[in-house]
């Protein structure tokens, strides 16, 4: 009877989620995750497969297009304050390493590469296109720092 007990147990855990109302659509729900910064500036490297700089190129022109292009003043705002560094030499691995440099920060807006170009392009052919040259270029994040400006030597 114990066995019998734990058996309809463990069926109950596993199955009733499956057979309840809305679970398929758990995942399609979820809002994409934000990428937002809350310091004066932002720097982050990201390695790039040696091969497919120039499909990270087009992400990053796609980007700059729909930023430049939107009627939102946010996304204005923050394609005026980004710049993006391509190293002249690769890193030890051969890859190569982009610098993007955030400044001034747009507080809470979403800094999310992806996000941004969905945020335009609606054709989910396209949409897949361009995640795919993004994921296929795209090793690693090296680091992210943001923080607050302690000296302006331009002033």
């Not at 304050?81 to 890193?91: C, D, E």
């Not at 392009?121 to 992210?144: S, W």
Request: aromatic share 8%; proline share 5%.
């Amino acid at each position: 009877m114990r066995r019998l007990s734990g058996v309809l147990l463990v069926c109950a855990i596993l199955f009733v989620p499956v057979f309840s109302h809305g679970h398929g659509d758990v995942l399609a729900q979820q809002a994409p995750q934000k990428t937002t910064f809350t310091g004066d500036a932002v720097i982050q490297v990201f390695a790039i497969n040696p091969d497919k700089t120039a499909d990270y190129e087009q992400v990053l022109a796609k980007l700059k297009e729909v930023l430049s292009k939107s009627e939102d003043p946010q996304a204005k705002a923050q394609a005026a304050g980004w710049r993006v560094i391509k190293s002249a030499m690769p890193a030890a691995d051969g890859t190569i390493l982009y610098t993007h440099v955030i400044s001034p920060v747009v507080k809470d807006a979403d800094y999310s590469l992806m996000n941004n170009i969905y945020a335009v392009v609606k054709d989910p052919a396209e949409q897949t296109a361009i995640f795919n040259m993004y994921r296929g270029a795209f090793k690693q994040t090296l680091f992210i720092t943001q923080g607050a400006i302690v000296t302006d030597l331009s002033k």
